[in-house]
């Protein structure tokens, strides 16, 4: 018997290629592993036995060194002559997770060797992202001769040639994209520059950051353990910022997973605990989805110097007072997004003809509108703008789907914007009331044209096709070992056919269900599907499925057991 015929999925799905079986074969037995695991393994790019070596056992020798950047060297001699020469140096950051890890990691380890140091976050409201005129005067009325920029400040050319004129200098370390022009800092340090050979191009902000303090540690003969007691603030940063899990990257937020586990900083300890997350079992998903979202919320709806304040805590009592405060302000961002992201959901309901979402409310709070374009995005899958008023005009974010540009689009509305910027997958802007409508007609003008019918279904990749009996607990193991998972290393999702559901479907909390699965004469497997509520009612006892779905080891009174994660399921043909 099948499932009913009602559609259950409403996603393509795209089996990556199977590899050449020579390939398989000569990877499955020179590493001794699983014929499946290999072929994900040679989809990563690794075919012999060195290389997975080499990639399942991350190395801190492997890191780049840090004067193969460009500036590096002029950056370093700066900071050490500031700190000799008693000036003042202000730290100034992003108000996000990348900005605000990169202002504690840098502050922490520069107060250790001198005490005029202090930190800098522009306010999302007033200020908004970049090197702003109000950090400059700051800089300069409080005699700052030195500014260190993090994640930041890479494209800030008219404000930085104003600071230079003013007596203050800049070291931007930042990891966007450069204009044609660089600022007048006295170092620009970013692999992205076309001048910089620096092999490895997608260090998070924060990693940049890292690999200063890496730098001075080498230049003024202090130990490399000073640099590393910070990777744990480095993999949040990686991790949270979505930045491409390979590389350096992947070394760098391995080992800051392992510090967490082992010793974390004060601040990340007092995360864990009112996050209700276990440090010594910690990952990249509990980052994403607990630890990240708290340090941004306070930049979201109050100012981010209370995350970089709660960051360089120097005693777990100390963290401990100061996350309380970060939790409340997360809690409110979370009561905030859901209330605006249900009042967003019903406007584009009556706009389901249309190929974009643009919605506005005078009242919706700045803060969240990125957050609430994302979960637009996950219910409709479209190009999407939340636009909300500030002052005089509205202001705004934007979300974008695979296979369209966002930013490339909004130059093509530009003449309705006061302002923007951004990349492919989101952007913010600035336009007058009136101009909302126009932006409306434009936008959707401009996705009706640039993005084709079948680029507006929604694809789920598929690493490989599995029987259900190949997935063991040692099968699991030796996929774990593939982590860290992210952008560039993302965790296998895999594909089972003609599955039976052995049990009938039982609905959890209103919307997730729990599925007993049997192929053959395998075990029965339970798989959990978040949000898969509604599918419920197509799914019976006796039913044949196909199943995508990651893998998980469930853990209660000591017993481990697999656990599948539905991604996406249909009925079999």
């Avoid at 389901?352 to 979960?375: L, T």
Wanted: aromatic share 10%; net charge negative; hydrophobic share 40%.
């Amino acid at each position: 018997m099948k499932a009913a015929e009602a559609s259950l999925s409403e996603k393509r799905w795209l089996t990556k290629p199977i590899p050449e079986p020579e390939h398989i074969s000569l990877l499955t037995n020179s590493l001794n592993l699983n014929p499946f695991l290999a072929q994900i393994l040679i989809q990563k790019g690794i075919f012999n036995f060195d290389q997975a070596k080499h990639f399942f056992n991350p190395d801190l020798e492997d890191l780049l060194h840090p004067f193969l950047m460009k500036d590096m060297e002029i950056a370093i001699k700066v900071i050490a002559e500031s700190i000799e020469n008693k000036e003042k140096i202000l730290v100034y950051g992003d108000y996000d997770v990348d900005g605000t890890t990169s202002v504690a990691c840098m502050f922490s380890f520069l107060r250790e060797l001198t005490d005029k140091i202090e930190f800098y976050i522009p306010d999302r409201f007033t200020e908004g992202y970049g090197i702003s005129a109000q950090g400059v005067d700051f800089a300069h009325k409080n005699g700052f001769k030195l500014v260190i920029a993090l994640d930041c400040g890479i494209r800030s050319v008219e404000i930085i040639t104003l600071a230079k004129e003013l007596g203050v200098n800049f070291i931007v370390c930042d990891h966007h994209i450069p204009g044609e022009t660089l600022p007048p800092a006295l170092a620009n340090l970013n692999p992205k520059r076309k001048d910089c050979s620096y092999p490895f191009k997608e260090l998070s902000g924060c990693g940049i950051g890292f690999k200063l303090i890496q730098a001075c540690c080498i230049y003024m003969g202090l130990p490399e353990s000073k640099a590393f007691q910070y990777l744990d603030l480095v993999a949040v940063s990686i991790a949270s910022d979505l930045v491409q899990m390979n590389g350096e990257n992947r070394i760098l937020t391995y080992f800051g997973i392992e510090k967490i586990r082992h010793k974390p900083c004060f601040a990340i300890e007092a995360l864990c605990k009112i996050a209700s997350v276990n440090h010594k079992t910690i990952d990249v998903s509990h980052i994403v989805f607990a630890i990240g979202p708290r340090i941004n919320a306070a930049g979201r709806l109050s100012h981010a110097k209370e995350s970089v304040n709660l960051l360089i805590a120097q005693s777990i009592e100390d963290a401990d007072i100061k996350v309380t405060s970060i939790d409340f302000n997360n809690q409110s961002r979370r009561d905030l997004d859901q209330n605006i992201t249900e009042e967003a959901l019903s406007i584009i309901e009556k706009m389901r003809e249309y190929a974009s979402s643009v919605v506005f409310k005078s009242d919706w709070h700045k803060g969240v509108v990125g957050i609430v374009a994302s979960r637009c995005i996950e219910k409709y899958y479209k190009p999407t703008i939340v636009l909300t008023q500030s002052g005089d005009k509205a202001v705004g974010s934007a979300r974008s789907v695979l296979g369209f540009d966002l930013y490339e689009a909004l130059c093509e509305c530009s003449e309705v914007l006061t302002q923007f910027g951004g990349h492919t997958f989101a952007a913010g802007m600035t336009l007058p009331l009136e101009n909302v409508d126009k932006l409306r007609e434009k936008f959707e003008e401009v996705v009706q044209k640039r993005l084709p019918y079948e680029m507006r279904i929604p694809t789920l990749d598929i690493d490989v096709e599995v029987p259900l009996h190949a997935l063991t607990e040692k099968f699991y193991q030796v996929m774990m070992r593939m982590s860290p998972f992210g952008p560039g290393n993302m965790q296998p999702v895999f594909l089972a056919r003609n599955v039976k559901l052995f049990r009938q479907p039982l609905i959890l909390k209103e919307k997730h269900i729990k599925l007993w699965l049997k192929q053959g004469e395998s075990l029965v497997y339970e798989a959990i599907g978040f949000n898969f509520a509604d599918k419920c009612e197509t799914l019976n006892e006796g039913d044949l499925i196909d199943i995508c779905f990651t893998l998980g080891l469930n853990e209660f009174r000591g017993l481990k057991t697999l656990q599948l994660f539905v991604k996406d399921l249909k009925s079999s043909c």
